[in-house]
């Protein structure tokens, strides 16, 4: 779960990385307590329920676009804000775009047609229930937004969480094997208590920026219609409104893909950042065997190469990230890992250079350690293996490291490990997230 989405958003999507990299948290989201759910498997009686009372989310798509074409694959229409105009309506074969002139927006077609401008926001509807939008060759479920911004077009689907959800698990977890569902539905929980921390119970409460969440790693990656898999929406759907509760208060559950066989605490990968006692460094290795449970992971073990190139502009960012004002690296002479966490991964990275030492922090050492095609270091649990020198300074470095993100709350491929060891949904939570409960938000 860090794309940028510029434009007339951009700062407010850079405020809720923050979030989502800072400050891990409870919090309530509205009146009552969690009804009670038994223990054991979520099947029979057990399924998760909705009461149709599903929340309503709203997924920035794009922040700026010059203009946004749109179609469907069925009936569907557009109109102005709470449907008093209706401007276009078609068949779903036709292909229409939203334009933008200043703080005005219209819809033009293929053929010439366009309506009058207007102020907006447009809203583009399924007229039917077998209909889907298009936008930006991808299909959506619910409604599509679109307002005017100084930076362009503002897109934005609307839609109940438990349909935003069918387009999020299968990207964040995969489309799996029926031994793996456990580890679907603990997905599909722990992603709908991150959801519900950021979407009000109460639909009438807007967000003042137009959107909940963005649909990319900024908050959780989200592709529409296209990515939905049967056996990831029976997760959804056996689990529906279940959430994650420690105290009484939901949670705000972080996840990553593995962890290297142990999970860390939030100060160990995050700096300013408060302790929750849900989030705990805890062991990850399979009783049986005496491995990881994500040792299945393609990407647990894994080497870096960086060679003299590499290293000066990891400095450079280094110090462009420290508000540096002059960021020339000089040559780097020596690095090395200056202290470990609780959990074996790296407090903090030194590179002496020439011009002085450089010293990098917690998960901020994998933002600036990035290869060659701009990926940030898979993780922070990790030692230098093997250095190369010429002329009195490094001219490469081999890492040598395990696990494959910050290390926070649910190491996902360890929940498919310990889903195909026989291990329930909630089973694998309460590990993760020690001390909590599954239960209903509302």
């Not at 804000?81 to 033009?108: D, F």
């Not at 940030?376 to 649990?381: A, D, G, Q, V």
Request: hydrophobic share 35%; proline share 5%.
């Amino acid at each position: 779960m860090r794309a940028l989405i510029a434009g007339a958003f951009g700062t407010l999507v850079a405020a809720a990385a923050l979030t989502v990299a800072c400050a891990p948290r409870g919090g309530s989201t509205g009146p009552g307590t969690p009804l009670p759910v038994g223990e054991g498997p979520i099947t029979g009686e057990a399924h998760g329920r909705l009461d149709g009372r599903d929340r309503m989310a709203r997924i920035a798509l794009a922040g700026k676009a010059g203009q946004a074409p749109v179609s469907a694959t069925g009936r569907w229409r557009i109109d102005e804000q709470g449907g008093r105009t209706k401007l276009v309506s078609g068949q779903g074969a036709e292909n229409w775009r939203i334009e933008q002139q200043g703080g005005l927006l219209r819809v033009a077609g293929d053929n010439g047609d366009a309506t009058p401008w207007r102020e907006g926001p447009f809203v583009a509807r399924a007229s039917d229930a077998g209909s889907a939008l298009r936008y930006d060759n991808r299909r959506y479920r619910g409604e599509l937004w679109f307002t005017p911004t100084d930076s362009g077009i503002l897109v934005v689907n609307r839609l109940p969480v438990e349909d935003y959800l069918r387009g999020v698990v299968p990207i964040e977890l995969g489309t799996r094997q029926p031994a793996d569902r456990a580890a679907l539905e603990a997905q599909a929980i722990a992603a709908r208590s991150y959801s519900y921390i950021r979407v009000p119970s109460d639909a009438a409460v807007e967000p003042r920026s137009g959107w909940h969440m963005v649909a990319t790693v900024q908050n959780q990656v989200y592709a529409g219609m296209d990515v939905e898999a049967p056996i990831v929406n029976e997760a959804i759907d056996n689990t529906a409104g279940l959430v994650i509760r420690y105290d009484g208060l939901l949670v705000d559950a972080p996840y990553y893909s593995s962890c290297g066989g142990r999970t860390a605490a939030p100060k160990e990968s995050w700096r300013d950042v408060r302790e929750e006692p849900y989030l705990q460094s805890v062991d990850d290795t399979d009783p049986q065997t005496g491995r990881p449970y994500c040792d299945i992971s393609p990407r647990n073990h894994w080497t870096a190469e960086f060679d003299e190139g590499q290293l000066s502009e990891t400095v450079r960012r280094a110090l462009v990230a420290a508000g540096a004002r002059d960021p020339r690296p000089g040559v780097v002479t020596e690095m090395r890992v200056e202290g470990r966490t609780a959990s074996g991964r790296a407090t903090a990275l030194v590179l002496r250079t020439d011009r002085g030492d450089v010293t990098v922090r917690n998960n901020e050492i994998r933002n600036v350690l990035r290869n060659a095609r701009g990926a940030i270091l898979s993780s922070t649990y990790f030692s230098v293996d093997r250095e190369s020198r010429a002329r009195g300074h490094l001219s490469g470095v081999s890492l040598r490291g395990h696990g494959n993100g910050h290390g926070v709350g649910m190491c996902q491929w360890g929940a498919i490990g310990r889903s195909r060891a026989g291990l329930d949904a909630r089973t694998i939570l309460r590990h993760y997230y020690p001390g909590t409960v599954v239960g209903f938000a509302d």
